[in-house]
């Protein structure tokens, strides 16, 4: 028996003695008689009996404690792991057993393991996107549950299945996977985009950034990088008589074009361009360059350098044109002065965030790698696996091995004559940049 009932047992016979010394059952050895369980049941005192009835209770609550503390132990030494689900079982069962039972039966790190592999990103973010999307998706009458749905359409972002191969495997027809997808990749896309994807004019985000851009390329007011890359499509296209999809990599594709911050979180997202369009036309169609040139975004934070008033601006390669927003190398095969080689290297260390961004959003929706949607829905399909990026680097989900692009490859972009006031005041600004850094890095 436990000592706590050790103890209290001694306390009753205790007690038992001081109101009933004549019946005391630690009567001497030499008269047994006086001990007898029927001389302590015949005394005229209710004393003895009511020991025994205490004592008989505190047996029975202490072997009935030590039973159940023992189950506990046992159970707690070796956990019973929550049955696994069923190979291949992919219903809305299977799906509602393994998000409100057998998910939180795991620890948190385990939990999130589990759903990014299943669907690309953690359970709260998962559920994040789930509550932003279900109103739009309940109102849209589909016969499937909102997270069920979105679980689909994500499980295809993330592992690049094909209509057909998700259908058989939910037992559903491949239209309404098709379907599906495209209502749940136009509503990341439409809905949640202006709330994840945005030009950071805000105070406080316009100077953490220009900040953390300055910690990596010791350059002032960086405000973003700027890269295109082209998506591949898995399926040549058929409407396609001058080759105007294929990029110079050699497949069919859609140019995407990013900015990302020093987080490697995208601010604008355009895909308006085949894969056979340069880098530069692509940015002048975009609605960035027209914001940029009408000056629609005005960036208050203005420093001086050298006499130059400098606004917060966007960095890129060679491809881009230099303008008074858009700083570019001065070679792109280092063959300036010092002052220039040294911007450019800087530079560069700046816009490799954008090469990073790029690469982390191949790396977790593996749809991007070869696009299984049709041309129509290419575009959305992409911006909804921007969306999705941010939403996780801002959750600071863990970062994949990067997919990597080829090398960048083309020839300098060429200035148009509508550009010659923000190229000439670019040029003067550029080299102000270049000789400040230079200075202040030489003099260190």
Known sequence: MEEAFMAMLSHLLHLQNSLDPTSSIFSSASSPSSATPSSLLSSSSAAPLLFFTLASLLSFLAVTRSSSN???????????????????DYSVAAFRALANDHIWSLDAPLRDARWRSLYGLSYPVFTTVVDKLKPFITASNLSL?????????????????????LASR???????????????????????YPEFIK????????????????????LPNICGAIDSTPVKLKRRTKLNPRNIYGCK??????????????????????????????DSSHFRDSLLYKRLTSGDIVWEKVINVRGHHVRPYI??????????????????????????????????????????????LKARWK??????????????????????????????????????????????????????????????????????????????
């Open 249 to 278: 990599y050699g497949y069919d594709a859609v140019l995407l074009q990013v900015v990302a911050d020093h987080k490697k979180i995208f601010w604008d997202v355009c895909v308006k361009a085949p894969g056979g369009e340069d």
């Open 70 to 88: 023992s189950d506990d132990s046992s159970s707690s030494a070796s956990p019973s792991p929550p049955p696994p689900l069923p190979d291949g």
């Open 199 to 218: 030009i950071p004019v805000g105070k406080r985000r316009l100077i953490e950034t220009t900040q953390g851009f300055e910690e990596l390329t010791s």
């Open 367 to 444: 749809i991007l790698q070869s696009l299984n949607v049709g041309v129509n829905h290419a575009p959305q399909t992409i911006v909804a696996c921007c969306v999705l990026h941010n939403l996780c680097q801002i959750a600071r989900e863990p970062e994949p091995e990067i997919w990597k692009d080829p090398d960048e490859v083309g020839s300098p972009a060429r200035v148009l004559e509508s550009e010659r006031q923000f190229y000439y005041y670019g040029q003067s600004l550029r080299q102000a940049l270049a000789e400040d850094l230079h200075q202040r890095l030489s003099s260190r």
């Open 145 to 165: 549950p909102a997270d069920y749905a979105v679980a689909m359409v994500l499980s295809r972002l993330a592992h690049g299945c094909s209509a057909k191969t």
């Open 170 to 192: 939910y037992s559903l027809d491949p239209y309404l996977i098709s379907k599906i997808t495209n209502m749940v990749t136009r509503l990341l896309a439409t809905k949640l």
């Open 315 to 360: 960095v890129g390669d060679w491809c881009y044109p230099l303008l008074s927003f858009l700083m570019t190398p001065f070679s792109p095969n280092g063959s300036g002065s010092p002052p220039e080689n040294l911007f450019d290297g800087m530079l560069m260390k700046g816009r490799s965030v954008v090469v990073e961004a790029i690469g982390l």
